[in-house]
């Protein structure tokens, strides 16, 4: 089952003076600080510090952490975290501002970095420039399992007009896969899922189904809502045509 990284602010750094930085430059930039890994969920987590410098015409400097996470064969997308929404502020007049965050229970096999919003405001609080940065990754170590429908085929049931349908689930990848719910559509009629306790890497698993019968189409598809983490997203669903069962 996913998890949801938990975030705290982990220090707030002091604030130096120096002189303005140039208004073109927009002197900002995020680095990975530290990276911890962890045979526990609660032992993984990773700090990222923000620094920017003030421009001509800002009297306040803030920035916001967004958390990207990146597993399998998926592009780093932004984590829901609501502990990062918040906009970290300076105190008016200062010229140099750094703020460190730090992320945890971050998740075996996957990889992790942070990408900062910042803003240099004017005396009133409006914006006179902005940009974004990214920082480096902080990699978990560990591996992920890879779920595929690799059987599915139909025999008539007992009761006329419905079928007997055997869904057949592989984990393909080194780790196992916990609570593992299967989907299965008749000609685009309303789902019926099924839910395997678990799954063992190697393991292949079958599911039996009582549904109408077939006239066009079946789809199994393991894991719908995309809540496990694999290494492969791609492979999750087999669609057969009706001629095919048997």
Known sequence: MRLKP???????????????????????????????TGDQTAERKATFTGQMRAVPGSSQLSMRFRLLEQYGDRPFERVA??????????????????YSQTVKGLLAGESYRAQVQFRWLDSKGKPVSQTKRVSGVCQEAGTLPNLKVVALSGR???????????????NAGPAPALHVPLQLIVDGATPDIATIDSLAPGEIHPLHFTAPACRHR???TVDPS??????????NSLAVPCPRLG
Do not use: M
Not at 156 to 170: D, R
Not at 229 to 235: I, K, N, Y
């Open 6 to 36: 938990l975030t705290i602010p982990f220090a707030f750094l002091a604030l130096t003076a120096a002189a303005p930085a140039a208004h073109a430059s927009l002197p900002a930039g995020v680095k990975l600080t530290a990276c911890q």
């Open 81 to 98: 975290a609501p502990d990062l929404n918040t906009w970290r502020k300076s105190r008016a007049g200062v010229q140099s501002y750094s």
């Open 156 to 170: 008539p049931a007992l009761v006329p007009g419905t079928e007997s349908y055997t869904v057949g689930i592989l």
């Open 218 to 220: 079946v789809r199994a």
């Open 226 to 235: 995309d809540v496990i983490h694999e290494l492969v997203e791609r492979d």
